[in-house]
């Protein structure tokens, strides 16, 4: 990455998202057209049209470009070893997919060492930066003991991650098989005990052949109280108590989201967790997609995130999910890119990135394409030219 100058300019943008209904045409993306935007120590200082832009140390040029915020991938799965395309293959071949395939990894994780772990995850963030990506939150989960849990949050905080979630509650190991309430009683315990000084988040994968609603709420409630905030795994195998119990415990997330019915989405619509979708998971395990527009005509908050994993979903790309959520999900290119941008802020608590006005951190993507629309209008198309974190440019070469 290059240093920034105090101040710069990015002006001649053909459309610009800001994410602020007081900018621009006053919709939910704040879209300005023929504009620019001033950066002063990492942060946006203005935003506007191209022609009122006030002077700045260094000026760039967009071209006629489409600026959007850097994406926000709010979940996935990046502290992990090992490769499972043997069961991708077996599974696109007909094996349907089972929360027990995460035994896999476990197993080559606990192997890993701490530098292969740091080298896996380090990887995938600058896979997702080249990508758009500036906010990311990942999580452990495939390492199920005390020791090799904190382990995997450690090194997620000492490369520098902000976002980051204990995850003990990912399956019952198989040392546990026949005492899940044991397990249950040392991710509540010991585990959190070793992981919370580590982590923001606590998570739990509340489902069939994981862990079952009293199980998940003796362990979200642990974790809230050594200071960690909830957030579930819900409803993605099938129907059950996970959004529920999101809600009840104000979780910031309730994750997947895929099997709802009426009352799963009044109490979305009445609560304050943010419904993240993950059209990956579904596109690679042919599992039936999410109805976002059911949750979205409700007044739920939506997000969208990549649950980059090597399991059942091993995208790190922001853009193709977009694409996905339109043609699968019935979203509109709008509420798509809302969604993976504000939505995913909602869903980390962050209002300080997803959005593109005075105040906000300077993340922003730069499109090879006049509109945010081409995200997808053009799926696959790699249409991220240039990235920007905290007011910093990275180098990217897509042109």
């Known amino acids: 990455m290059s240093q920034a ?22 919709s939910p993306l704040g879209l300005i057209e023929n504009a620019a935007l001033v950066v002063e120590d990492g942060h946006i200082a203005w935003v506007g049209p191209t022609g009122e832009a006030p002077a700045a140390d260094e000026t760039v040029d967009a071209g006629g470009r489409a600026a959007v915020p850097g994406f926000v991938d709010s979940h996935s799965h990046l502290l992990y070893a090992g490769d499972r395309t043997q069961e991708f293959n077996a599974r696109m071949s007909g094996r349907p997919y089972t929360a027990g395939g995460i035994r896999t990894t476990v197993q080559a994780t606990r192997e890993a060492s701490d530098a292969e772990l740091a080298a896996t995850l380090k990887a995938h963030l600058a896979e997702m930066a080249a990508q758009g990506t500036t906010t990311v939150e990942t999580k452990s989960g495939y ?5 090799h849990e904190a382990r995997a949050l450690r090194v997620a905080a000492e490369a520098g991650v902000a976002e980051v979630t204990y995850l003990g509650a990912h399956i019952v190991p198989p040392e546990y ?3 899940p309430d044991g397990y ?19 998570d739990v994968f509340c489902e069939e052949g994981a862990f079952d609603e009293d199980q998940s709420r003796a362990i979200l409630t642990a974790g809230r109280a050594k200071g960690l905030v909830p957030r579930v795994h819900a409803n993605q195998l099938t129907h059950g108590p996970g959004v529920r119990l999101a809600v009840e415990l104000e979780a910031a997330s309730a994750d997947h989201c895929t099997h709802l019915n009426s009352a799963d989405i009044d109490a979305l619509a009445q609560g304050s967790t943010v419904a993240t979708l993950l059209p990956g998971c579904e596109f690679s ?11 979205l005509d409700a007044g739920v908050t939506v997000a969208l995130s990549t649950d980059c994993n ?48 005075p105040g906000a ?23 991220v030219s240039d990235v920007w974190q905290r007011g910093v440019r990275r180098a990217r070469g897509n042109r």
């Open 5 to 26: 100058p105090a101040t710069f300019s990015l002006t001649n943008l053909a459309t610009l998202v800001t994410n602020d209904p007081a900018q621009g045409d006053g």
């Open 143 to 147: 390492g199920l003991t005390a020791e």
């Open 177 to 179: 098989a026949a005492d």
């Open 184 to 202: 249950t009683a040392l991710v509540a315990g010991e585990m959190l005990d070793a992981c919370a000084p580590h982590a923001r988040w606590v």
């Open 285 to 295: 395990t042919r599992a039936v997609y999410p109805d976002a527009r059911r949750l």
């Open 310 to 357: 090597p399991g059942s979903s091993y995208t790190s790309s922001m853009p193709f999910c977009i694409a996905v959520a339109v043609r699968e999900m019935n979203m509109t290119p709008d509420e798509a890119l809302w969604a993976a941008t504000a939505g995913g802020a909602r869903a980390l608590r962050r209002t300080d990135v997803g959005r593109l006005s």
């Open 361 to 383: 951190r300077a993340d922003l993507a730069l499109l090879d394409a006049p509109s945010h629309v081409h995200l997808s209008y053009r799926p696959g198309v790699p249409l």
